[in-house]
């Protein structure tokens, strides 16, 4: 999987995970989550937005042709990286519903990134840790560590790691996949 040709075009559908309960047909904006993390006021998840500033300080400075994670939507490229999704982030765990959801604009640009590497805690969140973090994410390290393992019990595929396309463009929601 290369990140840097990946065609948003090669597949029908995405998955995206979402604490807000959505209807069939509804848009999701690009951007949402940039809004909410621009929104954020006293005390708040700080780790987020050290996270999100570090990764876009960096994207400004070293990849400024990669679009900005504050501007775009997140999607999951199949059913088991969103369920994956929900085990490497406990808040999303407990809150959020998985949709299946198309792209409405076919020609947006994307990012094809590993999500699982931007997982960090305390104490490896140092600001030193969290740059070369941001580089790793931005030029695809550990995209190939995202090769699916067979459950042959459950005749499923177990991602090792999350997968995401970051795009430009909205999308509509196909189908909630209420899996609790």
């Not at 050290?50 to 994207?59: A, I």
């Amino acid at each position: 999987m290369n990140q840097q040709s990946f065609d948003i075009n090669s597949q029908e559908f995405y998955y995206h995970v979402s604490p807000i309960h959505l209807e069939n047909g509804s848009i999701i904006k690009k951007g949402n989550w940039g809004r909410v993390i621009k929104l954020y006021i006293g005390n708040c998840n700080g780790l987020n937005l050290f996270k999100e500033r570090v990764l876009e300080d960096v994207r400004l400075d070293h990849y400024s042709t990669k679009p900005s994670r504050l501007d775009a939507i997140f999607l999951l490229l199949n059913l088991d990286a969103a369920k994956h999704y929900l085990t490497v982030d406990n808040e999303a765990q407990r809150t959020s519903l998985i949709y299946k959801v198309k792209p409405l604009n076919r020609n947006a640009p994307g990012h094809l990134a590993n999500y699982s590497k931007t997982i960090v805690q305390p104490p490896l969140c140092h600001f030193d840790n969290m740059e070369q973090v941001a580089h790793n994410y931005w030029t695809g390290v550990g995209l190939y560590d995202a090769i699916p393992m067979l459950n042959p019990t459950l005749n499923t595929y177990v991602p090792v790691t999350t997968v995401e396309l970051i795009a430009m463009c909205d999308i509509e929601i196909v189908e909630c996949l209420n899996l609790l």
